[in-house]
């Protein structure tokens, strides 16, 4: 009999063991972005939103129990596209997929089945740009205190994403900054291609980022910091009253914070030489090469 119990008290033991690494081995890994190429198991979780956190790109749930995973619980789990954080209320009931590796959490396929507050409208019906769309002729202020407006590249391939200068998320606008110099870097190496081209970075953050802040971060992803003439790539922002209008046609969502931080989407944009949409990249999975590839044809097209 002593033995029996010895062996039962062990088996116990083992078992608080296994859950509780379990538990901890779930939060661990909410907190790290999912690794490449690593082994991905997916798990079905239903639960409701209990708070949001932008600088974190997380949301806490409330969920029920996953079988095969975890039991029922509250915690904070970290989104694989944090772009969804602005479509999550507390309250929302959601579905979703958890994928797991062996390090890495994160919330995937987020589906609101049951909303706080049924009569959610947004505040702004965004536009998607289409190929074919007609651009409008926006006005900005560059880095160089220089007003301009995109009708003025007519002519040449206008390549535009949107960024501000205080992001905290390297995936966001530092990860659109670090393309634009590989394009940028990738057409000076060709001279007629050069020419018939040019980058623009957007900020939607007129408060902070003025032509001076502008123009020390333009210069500082050219790699030519204070010796950067900007005659390629330009930085520039709209006024105030314009910037709702050419979020909205540019499909970018934009939510200031309490933190001074701003929740937002991705949106970049190659424009022709006929002022008209070539091709849309929403979110941050476009590759510099790929855009190189419809440059040239967008301008082979229009030759």
């Known amino acids: 009999m002593k033995r029996y119990a010895i062996l039962i008290v062990c088996l116990a033991v083992l078992l608080v063991t ?37 600088a974190k790109s997380e949301v806490t749930l409330d969920h029920e129990a996953i079988p095969g995973f975890m039991s029922a619980m509250t915690m904070p789990y970290k989104l694989k596209d944090p772009t969804v954080l602005s479509e999550l209320h507390p309250g929302d009931t959601v579905t979703a997929d958890i ?13 609101i089945v049951g909303q706080a507050k049924p009569d ?24 160089s205190n220089q007003h301009i407006h ?13 960024i501000y200068t205080r992001c905290p998320l390297a995936d966001f606008c530092p990860r659109m900054s670090q393309n634009f110099a590989k394009i940028d870097k990738a057409l000076a190496a060709d001279g007629p291609l050069y020419a018939k081209t ?9 408060d902070y980022d003025t032509p001076q802040v502008l123009r020390s971060y333009g210069g500082a992803y050219t790699g030519k910091y ?12 709209p006024a105030k009253s314009e910037l ?21 989407s991705l949106s970049t944009v190659l424009i022709g030489p006929d002022g008209k949409v070539v091709q849309w990249y929403p979110g941050n999975e476009w590759k510099p090469e790929d855009v190189m590839k419809d440059v040239r044809q967008s301008l082979q097209a229009h030759t």
């Open 18 to 54: 296994v859950y509780i690494l379990g538990c901890r081995r779930g939060q661990q890994a909410a907190t790290s972005p999912a690794s490449s190429g690593a082994t991905i198991k997916t798990y079905k979780l239903r639960g409701k939103v209990i708070s949001t956190d932008a």
């Open 99 to 111: 994928l797991v590796t062996d390090q890495d959490v994160l919330l995937d396929h987020i589906v």
């Open 120 to 143: 959610y409208k947004p505040a702004i019906f965004y536009h998607v740009p289409k190929p074919g769309d007609a651009v409008p002729d926006f006005k900005l202020l560059n880095q």
């Open 150 to 162: 995109l009708a003025q590249y007519q002519g040449q391939a206008l390549l535009i994403t949107f």
């Open 198 to 206: 040019h980058l623009l970075s957007v900020s939607f953050d007129p």
């Open 226 to 237: 204070t010796n950067e003439t900007f005659n390629h790539w330009d930085f520039a922002v």
């Open 244 to 264: 709702p209008e050419i979020a909205k046609f540019f499909d970018v969502g934009v939510t200031p914070e309490i933190n001074k931080s701003i929740t937002h």
